[in-house]
């Protein structure tokens, strides 16, 4: 049987430790058997980007946009103590922060859903994806620990050094704080974006939601601007595709949510979006399930794994202990990819390859087959057949066997 072939090639940026060892296995068990694979392959792990002193995170950044569609292994972003461990000469900035400033992109971040892992809301039932605006907003803030009484003031001054706006913000009679946060609409440009061409990508409805009535200025700029880009550009692909559009308050989305059964793509600002996206994850079940993919505004599209190096169970595997450490994430990270691949090169064997991958996965978990993450989720009652890695791994390869209609080989 000939392998399936590819046009472009992927991007593949392998990362650290345990999701290192992951990436290899689900290529040799996975996808080498049955893909005849190109890619252009860039080492992300620690010791090659001390090595190169972070020159290769920037290559593979680069090697993302001139191609388009890139998979990535998870990555250690280096603290003290990792700069210990590695004897590095510098502590590298985080590789999803360089990649993601390269590609202006926004994260999007969906679970993979199980019949017998039922979520904490019981009426989700589909996946409710998470969209991020990650500029900006509390998390570049400038605060002031005010000490004593006096006046705080917020001021402009333009590029001709002319004071345009002064308003005070408050005449403190006593001790309080103070914070000043800002936005760009070049920013807000981009997420809006990122956003629309990701709903038109899977064909979702998209939602957005601030606090507009409030933040008459800052909230209501970034309304208007999803709604000008919306009009302008991509209300008539929105009424093709079938799907919609919709705005409200966050107080009502966050009620709208709780009520759905999911299946739409939920926009939010920074804050908003970290706080929505950890409530969102756990309450479908596992971070292990979390798929993730960076999507940018000229549609640009980075899929990886939401969850990280999983080091502890990387400890365990170097001192020669099989691992339980759940392979699911990663291998759609790459089902995503090469999906989004042949649907850019108009090779439906792909395509349909992407398909039988994930198919595969969940025959498997359906037969109770997991890893022991899911194991101590799963609703009372389900037989569990808690296996390794490995073996979870050649149960899936059985199936994709099966599913293809062939031996690999
Ligand atoms: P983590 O690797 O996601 O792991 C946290 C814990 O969650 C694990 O110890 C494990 O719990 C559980 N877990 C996560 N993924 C799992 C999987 N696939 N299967 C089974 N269990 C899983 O987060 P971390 O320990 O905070 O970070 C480790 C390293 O990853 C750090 O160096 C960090 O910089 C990096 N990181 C990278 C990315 C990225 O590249 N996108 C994202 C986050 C973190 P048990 O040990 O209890 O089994
Ligand atoms: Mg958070």
């Not at 199980?114 to 409710?128: G, H, L, T």
């Not at 209501?220 to 929105?238: G, M, S, V």
Request: negative net charge.
């Amino acid at each position: 049987m000939k392998k399936i072939q590819m046009k472009t090639p992927l991007v593949e940026m392998d990362g650290d430790e345990m999701t290192r060892i992951l990436w290899k296995w689900i290529k040799e068990e996975l996808i080498l058997p049955f893909v005849d694979l190109k890619t252009l392959y860039f080492d992300l792990g620690l010791e090659e980007r001390e090595k190169t002193k972070d020159q290769i995170t920037l290559d593979a950044a680069n090697a993302a946009k001139e191609y388009g569609v890139s998979v990535k292994c998870a990555t250690i972003t280096p603290n003290a103590q990792r700069v210990e461990e590695y004897h590095l000469s510098q502590m590298w900035k985080s590789p999803n922060g360089t990649i993601r400033a390269v590609l202006d992109g926004t994260v999007f971040r969906t679970p993979i859903m199980v019949d017998f892992i039922r979520p904490a809301v019981r009426n989700w039932k589909r996946p409710i994806t998470i969209a991020r605006h990650a500029y900006g907003d509390v998390y570049k803030a400038t605060e002031y620990r005010v000490p004593a009484p006096g006046r705080a003031e917020l001021l402009f001054t333009d590029e001709t050094g002319k004071e345009t706006f002064r308003q005070t913000v408050y005449d403190f009679e006593c001790p309080g704080v103070l914070q000043s946060m800002y936005n760009k609409d070049s920013s807000i440009v981009s997420f809006a974006h990122s956003c629309f061409r990701y709903a038109l990508s899977t064909g979702q409805d998209l939602w957005f939601s601030t606090k507009d009535t409030i933040s008459k200025q800052y909230d209501q700029t970034f309304k208007l601007i999803f709604q000008d880009l919306y009009e302008k550009d991509y209300k008539d692909a929105f009424e093709k595709a079938g799907i919609t559009y919709f705005y409200t308050l966050i107080d009502d989305a966050v009620a709208r949510v709780i009520r759905s059964e999911g299946g739409y793509i939920w926009a939010c600002k920074n804050y908003d979006g970290d706080v929505m996206s950890d409530m969102v994850s756990t309450a479908f079940g596992s971070l292990a399930m979390m798929t993730s993919v960076l999507v940018s505004p000229n549609g640009q599209f980075e899929y990886e794994a939401a969850h990280g190096t999983v080091t502890r169970h990387y400890y365990r595997y170097l001192k020669g202990e099989e691992t339980s450490t759940n392979p699911m994430a990663t291998i759609f990270a790459w089902s995503g990819a090469l999906r989004k691949r042949g649907e850019l090169d108009d090779l439906p064997e792909l395509c349909r390859y992407a398909d039988a991958l994930e198919q595969a996965c969940f025959r498997t978990l359906n037969d109770h087959y997991m890893t022991r993450d899911l194991a101590g989720l799963v609703d009372p009652g389900t037989p569990v057949h808690s296996v390794s890695s490995r073996e979870f791994l050649a149960k899936i390869r059985e199936n994709l066997t099966l599913l293809l209609g062939r031996n690999p080989e």
